[in-house]
């Protein structure tokens, strides 16, 4: 048999990743690198990299670039691993992308599918998209556009029979170059 000793150890040992000759550790990830669309991947341009949200993106500076959006209110690290372990425990239905700047180590953009389980369309999924923010300094790069593509990429592996998203009248030219057109109204009921 393994002592429950030496069993961690040897988790710990496997969570180590060889990257050329120095030994860094794996750090933990939402999801499954199958997600990511190799194809988004290939096209960003040198120096920027596509992942699934990863557990120490609240030290590269993931709520920053949140606040684009909107108030994202104090965090600890405390309240960021909560929301991340709620996230990861229920990773069938979150999906965050994010797009990090290498050279800095700095996210530079974010975005989220969330994959609905509906009666209709005989259990049919539906995919929405939320929180999609680009750091104000990495805005018109297309960034945006590969976030987009990348959480489409995912609404289709997942098997959605369809992607939605609420948007401002103003992001409405930008999510139709993403290939989305106008559907309908968008209610808020505020509490
Ligand atoms: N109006 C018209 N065209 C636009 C706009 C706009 N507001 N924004 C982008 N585009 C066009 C670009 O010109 C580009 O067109 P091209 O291919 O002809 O050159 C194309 O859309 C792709 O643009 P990107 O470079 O990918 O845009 P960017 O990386 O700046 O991302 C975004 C766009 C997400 C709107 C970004 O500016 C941002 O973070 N804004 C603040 C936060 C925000 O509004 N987020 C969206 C909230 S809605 C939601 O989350 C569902």
Redesign the pocket.
């Known amino acids: 048999g393994i002592s429950a000793r030496d069993f961690v150890e040897l988790i710990s040992m496997l969570a180590y990743t060889s990257t050329g000759s120095e030994l860094s550790c794996a750090e933990e990830v939402l999801f499954e690198d199958k997600y990511l669309s190799p194809e988004v991947q290939s096209n960003l341009h040198e120096g920027y990299k596509l992942y699934p949200l990863r557990a120490n993106d609240f030290e590269r500076g993931y709520l920053d670039v949140l606040s ?2 909107t108030e994202v209110g104090d965090h600890t690290v405390e309240t960021w691993n909560s929301q991340f372990q709620f996230m990861k425990k229920h990773n069938d239905t979150y999906f965050t992308v994010t797009i990090t700047d290498e050279k800095s180590d700095r996210i530079a ?1 974010t975005g989220t599918i969330l994959i609905e389980h509906k009666f209709v369309h005989k259990n049919g999924l539906v995919g929405h ?6 750091d104000s300094s ?9 976030i987009i593509e990348a959480l489409k990429f995912i609404g289709q592996l997942t098997g959605c029979y369809k992607v939605i ?4 009248v ?2 409405i ?2 999510y139709e ?1 993403c290939g989305f057109t106008p559907k309908e109204s968008q209610m808020a009921w505020y509490i």
Not at 129 to 134: K, R
Not at 138 to 146: A, D, P
Not at 165 to 168: G, I, N
């Open positions: 684009v959006l953009a998209i939320e929180d999609i923010a680009v990495h805005q018109g790069k297309k960034l945006g556009l590969r998203l609420d948007c401002s103003k992001n030219p930008f170059k």
